[in-house]
């Protein structure tokens, strides 16, 4: 198949962005579905390389290669072992981390969680989708697989025109019991691959959680909201923590937030299965105050049009953070909007600060852990964002 841009429409692929949208597209030649390998050529007949064609998707083409190269299992091989060669070049980067990262490794649409021999995949592209199967065989026969699952129940695909779907790909463990213990830095963590959120488990945050232990100290009172399964909970119990409160709307996330802490054998968690907001409003009417308090709420908006919205909802999740905590304590603040600029998300803060007559200084900046690579060029690879705040009156 073959695209042909319109006029000048080239400059953000030769920037190193991946993708074209359908409106830069001047015609197509020789389509015959969604999903296929097209080459990408100038308004003058510049070839510019090869990439996934959907005539359904705003996002109608998706760059892989600038090279005239096949586009298959081979091609799938090298890509993941420089993905994967990436990560092996961080010290202690263990046998769990995310092996690919989409757009940011170059394999647009792809997303693949290695758990030791286990993998979870995300496929988010049709021309992905098309690959289904060479992604097993590769994982199966150069990164020794004993078992793979999709779990591809994203809103995402449905404007690629793909079903929702989730379940096991390949299974040689010899085990009904999906659920396995990992180590993480320290922490001992109950992973469920199948009924878990996400690819199974948050790995973006992995490094932001253990920086806490940094500031967290012996004695203090912590509270950990939009939860999850515990991670900044029990690297706060281990920090020295005396007093913490955790809470998540999940019940399914917090009854593995309790295996966890009863996995390293913490006793000063008080897991709650609760509205995150609800809890912040009793506590004013309390006089418990705290050290530490971490907001990771899920993304608030998934779209430029309701980022009105979401900035009025971290504002007043920030705000009542703020009151709730002693003098002189931490906030650790995150979006994980790509919607919600830095710019927009310091501006809420500040706003939030004099709503709630605090001074607030910026301790650390912090993106996504190690395994999780931004493209400089493509700003929407770069979602995470999180402030630790130190809070004065």
Known sequence: ???????????????????????????????????????????????????????NSLIAYRHLTDKDEEIGKSFLFRRLSMANA?????????????????????????????????????IFSAGMELLKN??????????????????????TRTLEGLEKREGI?????????????????????????VNGQKSGYYLDQQENR????????????????????????????????TEITAADSSGHSIKIAVRNSELNGFKNIKFLETDAFDLMNEYFQMPDRFDFIILDPPSF??????????????????????????????????????????????DMLIQSAQKADRKIQIVEFRNSSFDHPVLPQMGETKYLKGYLLRVTV
């Not at 007043?316 to 002189?328: C, G, H, R, S, T």
Request: net charge neutral.
């Open 210 to 241: 253990v920086l806490i232990r940094k500031y967290i100290k012996e004695g203090d009172k912590v509270l950990d909201l939009f939860c999850n399964e515990g991670g900044f909970s029990l690297n706060a119990s281990l920090a020295g923590a």
């Open 86 to 122: 990436l990560r092996r070049k961080k010290n202690n980067c263990g046998e769990v981390y995310r092996l690919c990262n989409s757009e940011s490794d170059l394999l647009p649409g792809l997303i693949i969680d290695k758990f030791y021999d286990r993998y979870s995949i995300q």
């Open 301 to 346: 908006t998934k779209s430029r049009k309701n980022v009105f919205t979401a900035l009025k909802g971290y504002t007043e999740l920030n705000y009542k953070a703020m009151k709730l905590l002693k003098p002189n304590s931490f906030l650790f603040t995150f979006s994980c909007s790509y919607h919600i600029s830095e710019k927009a998300f310091e």
């Open 169 to 193: 790909l390949h299974d040689s463990t010899d085990s009904d019991e999906k659920e396995f213990m990992a180590e993480l830095d320290g922490i001992k963590i109950m992973i469920d691959l």
């Open 1 to 55: 198949m073959k695209i042909t841009l319109k006029k000048n429409e080239e400059r953000r692929i030769l920037s190193g962005h991946q993708w074209i949208f359908s409106n830069e597209i001047e015609k197509t030649e020789d389509f015959e579905i969604n999903g296929q390998i097209a080459e990408l050529f100038t308004s003058s007949g510049k070839f510019l390389g090869r990439g996934f064609y959907n005539r």
């Open 134 to 155: 060479e992604i097993k065989e590769v994982l199966m026969e150069n990164f020794k697989a004993e078992f793979i699952i999709e779990k591809n129940d994203n809103d």
